[in-house]
């Protein structure tokens, strides 16, 4: 069945030291590529919760999510697009727990923000690190 609407996402954006927590995604669109962790929300669930639950899932790290930094939608370039995903990053803020890569992430990694830029990043990134000033 095609799906006849976007589905919601939400991101969070840490940065801690001068190093931003990134992903690289194991599974999905742009496989390979670096993002800030995230992904679909469900049912029930607010933006901010899911934001703390897919860091949790992808990272390990437990956060406290804060304000709004970038939303967007990503989307394949079919029409009628493949995919369509309409997402909200927030910032956030290390709470706890240990770094791992869970869930779809193939890699998680601290990455100093004058670097992330020469990563594979996902589209929508350059956009984020725009918006961001960095």
Same mark, same amino acid.
């Given at each position: 069945?095609?799906e006849t609407?976007?589905?919601?996402g939400?991101g969070? +954006?840490?940065i !801690?030291?001068g190093r931003?927590l990134?992903?690289? $995604?194991?599974?999905?669109a742009? +496989?390979?590529?670096?993002a800030v962790?995230?992904?679909r929300? $469900?049912?029930?669930?607010?933006?901010r &919760?899911?934001a703390a639950r897919?860091?949790?899932e992808?990272?390990?790290?437990e !956060?406290e +999510?804060? @304000?709004? !930094?970038?939303?967007? #939608?990503?989307?394949?370039?079919?029409?009628?697009?493949a995919?369509?995903?309409?997402v909200?990053?927030f910032?956030?803020?290390p +709470?706890?727990?240990?770094?791992e890569?869970? @869930?779809?992430?193939?890699?998680? &990694?601290? !990455?100093?923000v #004058?670097e992330v $830029?020469?990563?594979?990043l996902t589209p929508?990134?350059? @956009?984020?690190?725009?918006?961001?000033g960095l």
């Amino acid at each position: 069945m095609t799906e006849t609407h976007p589905t919601p996402g939400a991101g969070a +954006v840490i940065i !801690v030291d001068g190093r931003m927590l990134l992903i690289r $995604r194991g599974r999905g669109a742009y +496989v390979g590529h670096w993002a800030v962790p995230g992904g679909r929300q $469900r049912r029930g669930e607010t933006m901010r &919760r899911a934001a703390a639950r897919e860091v949790l899932e992808e990272t390990g790290i437990e !956060v406290e +999510v804060g @304000d709004v !930094v970038w939303a967007g #939608d990503i989307m394949d370039p079919n029409d009628p697009p493949a995919y369509h995903y309409t997402v909200v990053d927030f910032a956030a803020t290390p +709470v706890g727990g240990t770094l791992e890569s869970g @869930d779809d992430a193939a890699e998680v &990694r601290w !990455v100093p923000v #004058d670097e992330v $830029r020469s990563l594979p990043l996902t589209p929508t990134m350059f @956009d984020l690190l725009d918006r961001l000033g960095l």
